[in-house]
T-cell receptor
Framework: GQNIDQPTEMTATEGAIVQINCTYQTSGFNGLFWYQQHAGEAPTFLSYNVLDGLEEKGRFSSFLSRSKGYSYLLLKELQMKDSASYLCAVRSSGGYQKVTFGTGTKLQVIP | DTAVSQTPKYLVTQMGNDKSIKCEQNLGHDTMYWYKQDSKKFLKIMFSYNNKELIINETVPNRFSPKSPDKAHLNLHINSLELGDSAVYFC????????????????FGPGTRLLVL
């Protein structure tokens, strides 16, 4: 099975940097996704990591350490519109690979 | 140019009724999913179909029956609705390939907000 852990809530200031952590335990690993979900909307894809290291995409970066079962999402130059839930999701390996979502981290950006 | 669409967007119904939710994707994907997101915002997989074939069936009451008439459609029928079925149901799709896993990113529909009274 899979177990995914994220902080429930975080608050950060506009213009600052925030790091959202995700730890996972899985019987087979084949990649980790980060999704953003604004209140009342559908999740949208942010990033995907399958190898160790940092992937940067504009203001957002995602890091993965497979040996530690750990990932983080880094948001720079925070904007008010970044207030949303951030979902960590792990894909299992083998056969049709199921994606399991964490409970999400609700980020509030304050002025 | 909606990629993944669901109908209806809102559904309010009485306990014991039977209802259906429809999902369509125009992305040319071969895999479709149903997720349930409860009041605590936990997004949980219910079913997945690949090329109209059921490949993931989580522990879901058999009152829930998915149907995939073709690769672009995945409908969800719910019998004898219960209060605990109230949630947001998301449809998603992806392209399953033997190549770059990044291609298998899931694209979500707007959700169907189901309220059972």
């Amino acid at each position: 099975g899979q177990n995914i852990d994220q902080p429930t809530e975080m608050t950060a200031t506009e213009g600052a940097i925030v790091q959202i952590n995700c730890t996972y335990q899985t019987s087979g690993f084949n990649g980790l996704f980060w999704y953003q979900q604004h209140a009342g909307e559908a999740p949208t894809f942010l990033s995907y990591n399958v190898l160790d290291g940092l992937e940067e995409k504009g203001r957002f970066s995602s890091f993965l350490s497979r040996s530690k079962g750990y990932s983080y999402l880094l948001l720079k130059e925070l904007q008010m519109k970044d207030s949303a839930s951030y979902l960590c999701a792990v894909r299992s390996s083998g056969g049709y690979q199921k994606v399991t979502f964490g409970t999400g981290t609700k980020l509030q950006v304050i002025p | 140019d909606t990629a993944v669409s669901q109908t209806p967007k809102y559904l309010v119904t009485q306990m014991g009724n039977d209802k259906s939710i429809k999902c369509e994707q125009n992305l040319g994907h071969d895999t479709m999913y149903w997720y349930k997101q409860d009041s605590k915002k936990f997004l949980k997989i219910m079913f997945s179909y690949n090329n109209k074939e059921l490949i993931i069936n989580e522990t879901v009451p058999n009152r829930f029956s998915p149907k995939s008439p073709d690769k672009a459609h995945l409908n969800l029928h719910i019998n004898s609705l219960e209060l605990g079925d109230s949630a947001v149901y998301f449809c998603a799709s992806s392209r399953t390939s033997g190549g770059a896993p990044r291609q298998e990113t899931q694209y979500f529909g707007p959700g169907t907000r189901l309220l059972v009274l």
